[in-house]
């Protein structure tokens, strides 16, 4: 399996988001203690986010409706910032169908990469964070991720008091 | 099978572009004649495309690269003009490593609809229009389109004088 | 794509069946001049077979129901004889769903390569064998083949005269 | 998720093989506390198994190779007894290049539904059973299971003392 617990947990960052889609209201994870967190950061034309990332954190959503998991995406452009904007991105989360909340990670004054994808320092899109329910990260992956190993590392941080 | 030849044939109209990529030249279907042509209309959003439209067109490009058939991609915009612009689609196509020519087809003064689209009337995206060796319409789909049929229909064109 | 017609065409030889499945009458090709042979040879315990070429000859068996081609499944049993025998054949042509015509090529009496696979000098499973209306040879495909070129062949052939 | 853990929970019965393949030693549920057991009942010709349920099984037997947990394969034939012996067993194996350990279920004197099967009140191929690492019953699942659900439930079973 691709993930370990390393011997000292690190706290999860907060969000630092400029816009939200799909919640009435800002979402932050110190409010979200109880609960398992899947950080899905994706760019809205990186076709591996499109053809695998979104799909999955789509079904995540929705097969763990019924229980203390959290799904949230993060728009991290790095790239291409003038095409992939706000007015796109909503767009897009419509074409698509996607219906848990979504923040745009917000930009920096200097250099392309947004605030919380340097706090998390991630290497690129599709990435998946999990956070387990006391706040601590507890998963990076990049790239594309087996159902079977996302699942099991959702059943063991679940499974947590 | 979903096609079938008309009593009468229409000659296949002009493609009319505000812009091309992935081509020195603009394209016209009249300087095509003696190749079979096939148009594949995506919006750059529209889940259908991404998935199932134009991946087949991207095979068919490569499985006919050495016979006389020529693919060209039109980006028919209907709606949310704004974030899917030229800009938008020359990222899309960069990332999406789309190799064939792509027109984007030209607005018009009064309405969503833009000129190309109109001129074949077509539905909506993803849609394939075939023309002949002559210059003639031959067959129109919209929606998804087994690889099946569009061989068997790419075959009998390639096949006639 | 992967086949081209020979200048000089050889004339298909007739299969020679040890028994018949999914008909009435056992199939002779003398007497489907005029339709398009789609011949499918395949083994029942082939994983090749299963994953690809027996859907792929189901679907060619059901998009093509209302024109001149006729699906033949053949099954070429060149190993394992013992457990690949007519009685597991029939159980799995049930479970399978499998609706075309199915013949159990003739075993012969020295060496494990029936004779209907040695006539037409197959190279193993599975394999695809297109013969047009007058009876010609015209494809031999050995192992998975692209559902965009299966068409194209079919499409040619059913196109001539 | 299709599971739940019941109240009281059922100790997990032995296994009843009448043959083993790609294991030296029958294996034995009781030497195998300590690991997970992931039993997957399938038929060799059923297509359910044949195209989600072994792959299935395959991909877990690969993925938790370094983890306490162990894939048994269950060969319950219920029907057509008499092409799925063993000896077509062992060829189906060897084609499907399945490298976990198989037993063959026990049949019965009367009636068709052999021993395991029967003790493990299993409803029909493909099925799943989790057992815990202390030989407890966790889970029954009949029929196709996402790869999420299993990695769920296996991250779960695998967290525990």
């Not at 992939?84 to 767009?91: F, K, S, T």
Request: proline content about 7%; hydrophobic content about 40%.
């Amino acid at each position: 399996m691709t993930s370990s617990r390393s011997s000292t947990l690190t706290f999860a960052p907060e969000i630092n988001a400029a816009r939200w889609f799909n919640t009435d209201q800002p979402l932050r994870l110190q409010d979200l203690r109880g609960q398992v967190v899947m950080l899905h950061a994706f760019q809205m034309l990186c076709p591996g986010c499109v053809t695998y990332g979104i799909p999955q954190a789509s079904k995540v959503a929705t097969l763990y409706r019924d229980q203390p998991l959290q799904v949230i995406g993060l728009h991290t452009v790095f790239e291409h910032h003038q095409v992939m904007n706000a007015d796109a991105l909503q767009v897009f989360l419509r074409e698509y169908r996607i219906g848990f909340p979504v923040a745009i990670d917000q930009p920096v004054e200097i250099g392309p990469i947004p605030a919380t994808m340097q706090r998390y320092q991630l290497q690129g899109t599709p990435s998946v964070v999990l956070i387990d329910k006391q706040g601590y990260l507890r998963l990076h992956h990049f790239g594309p991720m087996e159902d079977l190993q996302l699942g099991d590392q959702l059943g063991r941080l679940l499974a947590e008091a």
